[in-house]
């Protein structure tokens, strides 16, 4: 017998039928369900309490004011031991870093070119359960007249020392 696996995945699915109407079901409409199920899911995509986002903003604008003062021993301390850093770059290639390397890299970028600044433009924070929540900054780059703008990616869990950042990844607009 073949197993379901070994099967082409177009002969695994739900097929696809007509309807008197012309329209078609089958995949489609599955999908289209399950989207909603999820997006009506007890807990799914809840809101945070007032309270815990501000929490977090202040999280998220400390980890900019350290890095931005060049306080790499600081900015470390907002990740999480275990913290996972990606950057994807514009040519769309992901690159991962351990988290002592990249805290290497971060001091030395500094090093060589001093008064970098950067400022969140816009946050946007998403619990996905308690004390573990998806945020998504807009940030600027500054450095005297020069001015680079991107996206930081965030999941942050809540630990007996407050927010730390479980994984980054980190991409130029």
Request: net charge neutral.
């Amino acid at each position: 017998m073949i197993s379901p696996r070994s099967r082409p995945a177009s002969d695994r699915s739900v097929p696809d039928r007509v309807v008197p109407e012309g329209r078609t079901e089958g995949r489609s409409l599955w999908g289209l369900l399950c989207l909603l199920l999820c997006l009506l899911a007890p807990g799914a995509h809840a809101e945070l309490a007032a309270a815990e986002r501000a929490e977090v903003e202040a999280f998220l604008h400390g980890y900019f004011a350290r890095w931005s003062a060049a306080d790499i021993d600081g900015y470390g301390e907002t990740f999480h031991a275990t913290a996972v850093v990606h950057h994807v770059d514009a040519s769309g290639r992901a690159t991962r870093q351990d988290l002592q390397d990249f805290l290497r890299g971060q001091r030395r970028a500094h090093q060589r070119a001093p008064g970098m600044t950067e400022v969140p433009l816009a946050m946007d924070i998403e619990e996905q359960r308690p004390g573990f929540v998806r945020a998504l900054v807009h940030w600027e780059l500054r450095q005297g007249a020069r001015r680079e703008r991107g996206y930081d990616h965030f999941f942050l869990l809540r630990e007996a020392q407050g927010w730390r950042i479980l994984s980054l990844v980190f991409h130029g607009e």
